[in-house]
C-alpha cells in the first residue's frame, strides 16, 4: 500500500517542571522577585535557589544557579558568583573579615528557625548589606542538658567546638532552664550598653532584655561591685547593681 500522507502521532518532548520548594516557614520574606525564605515565587525550581544578592547598595531577592545541598554547619565557598549552600540557606563568614564562610539557614523571624534558635542579622558584604539568618542551635542547660559553660569555671561541660565560643542567651521558656550557644565570636559592647544578641557583647556577659549584662553562676552567685545574681534561667544569671 502506499503512502497515505498521514503523520505518525508524535509524543513531544516532555517540559521539565518542579513544584517550588515551599520550605516551612512563618510567612512571607520580603517583596520581590521570590522568597529566599519560604523558596516561593518567580525561579525555575528544576535548576534555581532563591537567595539575597547585594547589588552595590541594597539585598535583592534573586534567582541563582542551584550548585549544592550544604546546611549549618557545613562550611562552604562564597568565592564564586553562586555559593553552594541547599535552598533556603545562604553562604557567610559569621563575621565580616573571618576567613572561612558556613551556611546558615535564612530566616525573616525566629519563627522560621527550627528548634527555637534567635533569627539575627549577620553581615551579608563586605560592602555592605546584611540579612536575617538562624543563630546555631542553641543547647539547654541542666541535668540532661548539653549546654556549654559561659564563663569558663565548670569543667565537665560540653566544651564548643574549635574556634566557637559559649554564649549565654535567654533561657528555654517551656522548662525554665538556661540555654547556651557555641556561637563564632563575641563583640565589644559593654555592661549596660545596649545589644541585640548576646554575640554583640564582650566576653562573659550576655544580652539580657536589650542591656550586656554581666554572666553570673546561680550556685556560686559571685557578682563584682555587690550586685545581685538575678534569675536567667535555672542554671545561670546576670547581675543586677
Same mark, same amino acid.
Do not use: H
Given at each position: 500500500?502506499?503512502?497515505?500522507?498521514?503523520?505518525?502521532?508524535?509524543?513531544?518532548? #516532555?517540559?521539565?517542571?518542579? *513544584?517550588?520548594?515551599?520550605?516551612?516557614?512563618s510567612g512571607a520574606s520580603? =517583596?520581590?522577585?521570590?522568597?529566599?525564605?519560604?523558596?516561593?515565587?518567580? @525561579?525555575?525550581?528544576?535548576?534555581?535557589?532563591?537567595?539575597?544578592?547585594?547589588?552595590?547598595?541594597?539585598?535583592? =531577592?534573586?534567582?541563582?544557579?542551584?550548585?549544592?545541598?550544604?546546611?549549618?554547619?557545613?562550611? +562552604?565557598?562564597?568565592?564564586?558568583?553562586?555559593?553552594?549552600?541547599?535552598?533556603?540557606?545562604?553562604? $557567610? *563568614? *559569621?563575621?565580616?573579615?573571618?576567613?572561612?564562610?558556613?551556611?546558615?539557614?535564612? +530566616?525573616?523571624?525566629?519563627?522560621?528557625?527550627?528548634?527555637?534558635?534567635?533569627?539575627?542579622?549577620?553581615?551579608?558584604?563586605?560592602?555592605?548589606?546584611?540579612?536575617?539568618?538562624?543563630?546555631?542551635?542553641?543547647?539547654?542547660?541542666?541535668?540532661?542538658?548539653?549546654?556549654?559553660?559561659?564563663?569558663?569555671?565548670?569543667?565537665?561541660?560540653?566544651? @564548643?567546638? #574549635?574556634?566557637?565560643? @559559649?554564649?549565654?542567651?535567654?533561657?528555654?521558656?517551656?522548662?525554665?532552664?538556661?540555654?547556651?550557644?557555641?556561637?563564632?565570636?563575641?563583640?565589644?559592647?559593654?555592661?549596660?550598653?545596649?545589644?541585640?544578641?548576646?554575640?554583640?557583647? $564582650?566576653?562573659?556577659?550576655?544580652?539580657?532584655?536589650?542591656?550586656?549584662q554581666q554572666v553570673c &553562676?546561680?550556685? &556560686? =552567685?559571685?557578682?563584682?561591685?555587690g550586685g545581685t545574681c538575678?534569675?536567667?534561667? &535555672?542554671?545561670?544569671?546576670?547581675?543586677? &547593681?
Open positions: 500500500m502506499g503512502d497515505s500522507g498521514v503523520e505518525p502521532d508524535v509524543e513531544p518532548d #516532555a517540559i521539565e517542571s518542579c *513544584p517550588e520548594p515551599n520550605l516551612p516557614c520580603a =517583596p520581590g522577585v521570590c522568597d529566599p525564605v519560604c523558596q516561593r515565587r518567580g @525561579c525555575n525550581w528544576c535548576t534555581e535557589k532563591c537567595t539575597y544578592v547585594f547589588d552595590g547598595t541594597n539585598k535583592q =531577592p534573586a534567582c541563582v544557579p542551584k550548585t549544592g545541598k550544604g546546611v549549618f554547619p557545613d562550611s +562552604c565557598d562564597n568565592s564564586k558568583p553562586f555559593d553552594d549552600c541547599a535552598p533556603g540557606s545562604i553562604c $557567610l *563568614p *559569621p563575621a565580616v573579615g573571618d576567613t572561612t564562610a558556613y551556611c546558615f539557614q535564612l +530566616c525573616a523571624r525566629t519563627a522560621d528557625c527550627l528548634g527555637g534558635p534567635a533569627c539575627g542579622q549577620r553581615a551579608l558584604s563586605p560592602a555592605g548589606g546584611s540579612v536575617g539568618v538562624c543563630d546555631p542551635p542553641y543547647d539547654l542547660c541542666g541535668i540532661d542538658g548539653t549546654c556549654c559553660d559561659p564563663l569558663g569555671l565548670t569543667p565537665g561541660l560540653t566544651p @564548643c567546638p #574549635a574556634n566557637r565560643v @559559649c554564649l549565654l542567651v535567654s533561657p528555654d521558656l517551656s522548662s525554665l532552664n538556661s540555654q547556651t550557644v557555641c556561637d563564632f565570636g563575641y563583640g565589644s559592647t559593654r555592661v549596660s550598653q545596649s545589644c541585640v544578641s548576646s554575640r554583640d557583647c $564582650l566576653e562573659g556577659l550576655s544580652c539580657v532584655n536589650g542591656l550586656c &553562676n546561680l550556685a &556560686n =552567685p559571685d557578682c563584682p561591685n538575678t534569675w536567667w534561667g &535555672n542554671q545561670y544569671g546576670y547581675c543586677k &547593681n
